[in-house]
Every structure is written in C-alpha cells, then in structure tokens.
C-alpha cells in the first residue's frame, strides 16, 4: 500500500514538528494529524490513518498501556515507535502486541524514511540486536512447523501479494494475516517476509 495520512504523537513539539517535515518532504500531499499525549492519541487513532508514528512517554498513560490501548482502538494501523529506549524486553513486549518497528529519536530523516518505506512494503524495522531475541535457531534436524494459514499466508507472499491482498483472498482481516507472517517468520529464522518465502520453499513447505 501507498501511505497517504499519517498520525504523528510527540509531547515534545519541536520533535514533532522534525517528523512532520520530513514525512511532507517525502509525502507532499499526505494528510497529517498530530496528538501531544496518549490520551489524544487513542481519540485521533479512531479515525483511520495508513501510519501512526508514536513516542513512547507521553502524559496519559505509561508506555505499554498507551500503545496497547492504540493498538485495541486501532487493530489494523500499522505503529512505528520513536524512542531512545534500551530495553530489550519492552521493546519485545511491544513487538509482541504488534508494533512495526522502532527508530532511535537521534538518528536523522533518511533513517526514518527507511524504515517508513519498510513498512509500507509490509515488513518490520527491529533492531538488529533484538533479531536474535526474536528468531529462534533451527537446526537441520528440527524442521520449522507452520500452520495450515501459515503455509497459506507465506505462499500468497510468495507470490508477491501484499497483506491486504492476501487478507481478501483468505476472508480474513489484514492485522490476522500480519500475525500468521510473524508467526511464520519466527519459525523459519526469516528476518523479511521475502526470505521467508524463500525459506519454507526451500523447506518444501510451499
């Protein structure tokens, strides 16, 4: 999908303000809503954008139960965290309720126009370290179990179609099919969805 409306949610204005420029600078015509706390956040997450982009202490509520809350208001908008935050397990925790990526608050536009691009192509931008905390190993012996509507979902990506895509064909909703791919990804080693088809291919899974 094409992103054409974004959510941006910072306390800090001039920070805010940094995103918006660059979002307009690659998005000239997007639609931009901005919310200052969690609790403006979950009100303007009701009404429909194609990214929201969040920071992680805001006023209203703490890091988990604002995002979470997001996430319930707004299952299928897809989250790119702003933070400079260390810590492994929440960010896992996070990922685990199906955040889309993380960017460190010191790094410049290009990085977070990266990693924009890289979920509006469907995937994940997680930090390299948390990779290994994600995948678990899988020796030659230990063949990686996916489920029937996992093997589905990886052979539609096979095929080149995006999650949206894939969630029509399935008669099912696109925040489901996103879970199978994650699933999938983790029991394959697969830090893409591509490499993922690749993989259960190889696998004969597909």
């Excluded at 979470?68 to 925790?93: F, N």
């Excluded at 460190?104 to 977070?112: A, E, F, I, L, P």
């Excluded at 996916?146 to 093997?151: E, G, K, N, V, Y």
């Amino acid at each position: 999908m094409t992103f054409k409306s974004f959510l941006v949610c910072d306390d800090h204005v001039l920070l805010r303000e940094a995103i918006i420029g660059t979002l307009i600078g690659a998005w000239p015509n997007a639609q931009i809503t901005e919310a200052g706390s969690f609790t403006a956040s979950w009100s303007a997450a009701e009404q429909g954008h194609d990214l929201c982009i969040c920071d992680l202490k805001m006023p209203g509520a703490e890091p988990m139960e604002g995002i979470a809350r997001i996430k319930r208001v707004a299952p299928d908008l897809p989250l790119l965290i702003v933070t400079g935050t260390e810590d492994d397990v929440l960010m896992l925790r996070l990922l685990e309720l199906g955040v889309d990526g993380f960017v460190r608050k010191d790094v410049g536009g290009k990085v977070m126009l990266a990693a924009i691009r890289l979920i509006e192509a469907g995937e994940r931008h997680v930090p390299s370290r948390l990779l290994s905390l994600m995948t678990p190993s899988v020796s030659q012996s230990d063949q990686p179990r996916l489920t029937d509507q996992q093997r589905k979902v990886i052979a539609r990506v096979a095929q080149g179609d995006s999650n949206k895509a894939i969630a029509l064909n399935l008669g099912v909703a696109p925040s489901t099919v996103k879970t199978h791919l994650d699933h999938a990804m983790r029991q394959l080693g697969a830090t893409s969805r591509f490499e993922a088809a690749k993989l259960a291919r190889s696998a004969g899974l597909i």
